[in-house]
């Protein structure tokens, strides 16, 4: 029983490249969100989704780009990484509204 | 806009004794939901214990419950008989209730790092 599964789970990138983090759940959870965590400041919201095919924008969705072409995965897009994006990337999916959210095990990403 | 606050940044205590976590929130809703979230070395995020908000009773597991104080918009986090496995940040978390528009998104806290020394 995977749950909610994130890709990769380590990476180190340099300034201006580009990477997809993967997040897959098996549970046919409609919701889907990304969160970034930092030292003092807890968990941002970055992006969410409602449904296959939804996105939208959280509290820090600049420098991001988010795609739902399935139920099953939620797909973060940095197109042109900078350090202030080193951060560990969270993504959670949940079945609704007032259903609790089931959390991936994290991606620490390092932009150098 | 709903904000939740842990003014802790570290939190230590003794084996086998009793810490208590703080967290307050500000929000206008009247249906939220309530969460401490425990995250130990590994990065995972752990569900420790949920209240709703228009339950009065505090929410008990095991060794966490919690002390909700509605109208001072207060949620602490009591550990009892401190084990060394409980060493982990936690972090408190916000979510507006079913009927809302927040499409279930959550609203955390800075966290507190809990240490349990031997």
């Known amino acids: 029983n995977a749950g909610v599964t994130q890709t990769p789970k380590f990476r180190v990138l340099k300034t201006g490249q580009s990477m997809t983090l993967l997040c897959a759940q098996d549970?046919?959870?409609?919701?889907m969100y990304w969160y970034r965590q930092d030292p003092g400041m807890g968990l941002r919201l970055i992006h969410y989704s409602v449904g296959e095919g939804t996105t939208a924008k959280g509290e820090v969705p600049d420098g991001y780009n988010v795609s739902r072409l399935k139920k099953q995965n939620f797909l973060l897009g940095l197109e042109s990484a900078a350090p202030s994006q080193t951060s560990v990337y969270f993504c959670a999916s949940s079945y609704g509204r007032g259903w609790d959210a089931f959390f991936g095990q994290g991606t620490r990403l390092t932009v150098v | 806009a709903q904000t939740v606050t842990q003014s802790q940044p570290e939190m230590s205590v003794q084996e086998a004794e009793t810490v208590t976590l703080s967290c307050t929130y500000d929000t206008s809703e009247s249906d939220y939901y309530l969460f401490w979230y425990k995250q130990p070395p590994s990065r995972q995020m752990i569900l420790v214990i949920r209240?709703?908000?228009?339950?009065?009773q505090n929410a008990t597991e095991n060794r966490f419950s919690v002390n909700f104080q509605k109208a001072a918009k207060s949620f602490s986090l009591k550990i009892s008989d401190s084990q060394l496995g409980d060493a982990a940040m936690y972090f408190c978390a916000y979510r507006v209730g079913a009927g809302g528009t927040s499409y279930g998104k959550l609203t955390f806290g800075q966290g507190t790092i809990l240490t349990v020394h031997p």
């Open positions: 549970m046919n959870h409609e919701y």
């Open positions: 209240q709703e908000a228009y339950k009065q």
